[in-house]
């Protein structure tokens, strides 16, 4: 693994408006628009580097991930660049817009965008909670696309106790905090944060 690599794959930013917090990560993918939209909505591929998945991935349809107990509806779906759904998750719900955007060289941008409202879990974590677990999911993603030949999530879920990728889930909830910081979180608030969020993800491998 290519740690500086991975960090820098990822674009992060927060927005803040009605108190909502929107988390938003961009990461392009070696593949073009049609094949990206594909692995992200079939359901089949879907289970080779995220999770297995239930249900009606159409508009109106519901949907449940069998892993994580995560499900909702699908809000908008309009192939092959915008998704847009409900994450309801043990009692709490907010939203995810996927858009897909077509990049030179047959490349494709993903911008994911989760809109997270206020709580305590944000005042605990901020953005880093949802952040490194996304980009998680997108490494995921790209090594699916490069042709894993091993189901993707048990080979990462392998990886993760390793010490390079608990180097890299500090590394990545760090910069999290640097993005929380620069939305006007004090400093100290967001470093404290940022640690926090990577000893949570640290003490899951």
Known sequence: ??????????????????????VVLERTFDTDVTD?????????????????IS????????????GSGTEGDILRCEAPHQLALTWEYEGDVSYVDVDLIE??????VLRLTHHVPLGEHWE?????????????????????LSGGARA?????E???SSSESQKLIRLVAHAWGQVDGEAGTPAGDAEARALKTAEFYVAMT
């Open 1 to 22: 693994m290519n740690i500086a690599s991975e960090i820098n794959s990822v674009i992060r930013q927060l927005v803040t408006s009605g108190g909502v917090h929107q």
């Open 55 to 66: 249900g009606d991935l159409a508009l109106g349809g519901r949907y449940a991930l069998m």
């Open 103 to 108: 990049a030179a060289g047959e490349r494709t």
């Open 158 to 160: 392998e990886d993760m």
């Open 36 to 52: 990206l939209w594909n692995a992200c909505t079939n359901p089949q591929r879907l289970s080779r580097w995220f999770e297995p």
């Open 124 to 144: 605990t974590y901020g953005p880093g909670a949802t952040g490194v677990g996304w980009e998680e999911g997108l490494r995921a993603l790209s090594l699916y």
């Open 152 to 156: 993707v999530p048990d080979a990462v």
